[in-house]
């Protein structure tokens, strides 16, 4: 048998072959692919982590919120389970007891852990209902209050304002009109 001969054309690069046909020199098409795939999986990995690590911050922070939400809610249910809030003549720094510094609305207690309860605040007044002979300064009123509690905890910077409004049956003559003395 004679060998033919092939006509080459122009851009037409023979390759040795090896078992099985393949051409035994690759150009590195595969190479590149491979490595673009690389970089866009990097990038996947990336991008997730730093979403993950955003997303765990916006729960920390909303987890102390509302810790600091549920201290000061305490703080204003333990102050109005007791009458004397009602009578008292400024505000109180609880759990410590103590009076605050500044003056309203600028008033800060001493202590990082105290939360401040401002003095209630006499909202409006009304006749009790089922009474019908008034004796004096005797007669029942049925008394609106607003009872503000705020606190800021010093570490995060969290911040809680709580306004809630009570009514409480008094006698007459103990809703002071706003601003107090």
Not at 52 to 67: E, H, M, P, R
Not at 130 to 154: C, F, S
Request: glycine share 8%; aromatic share 6%; hydrophobic share 40%.
């Amino acid at each position: 048998m004679k060998p033919t001969h092939m006509k080459l054309q122009p851009g037409f690069c023979p390759t040795a072959t090896v078992a099985g046909g393949a051409p035994s020199s690759q150009r590195g098409a595969t190479l590149l692919v491979s490595l673009i795939m690389l970089v866009v999986l990097t990038l996947f990995a990336v991008t997730g982590f730093n979403l993950s690590s955003v997303n765990l911050k916006i729960v920390g922070n909303f987890q102390q919120q509302k810790a600091t939400e549920a201290a000061v809610q305490q703080v204003l249910e333990q102050v109005m389970s007791t009458v004397t809030i009602f009578d008292a003549p400024a505000a109180v720094c609880l759990p410590s007891g103590n009076a605050p510094s500044g003056t309203h609305p600028n008033q800060t207690c001493a202590a990082s852990t105290d939360i401040l309860v401002e003095r209630p605040m006499c909202s409006y007044t009304t006749t009790a209902k089922g009474y019908t002979k008034k004796i004096g300064e005797l007669t029942p009123q049925d008394t609106n209050w607003q009872v503000r509690a705020r606190y800021t905890d010093p570490l995060t910077g969290a911040r809680a304002a709580i306004v809630q409004g009570v009514a409480v049956r008094m006698l007459a003559g103990n809703c002071p009109s706003w601003p107090y003395p």
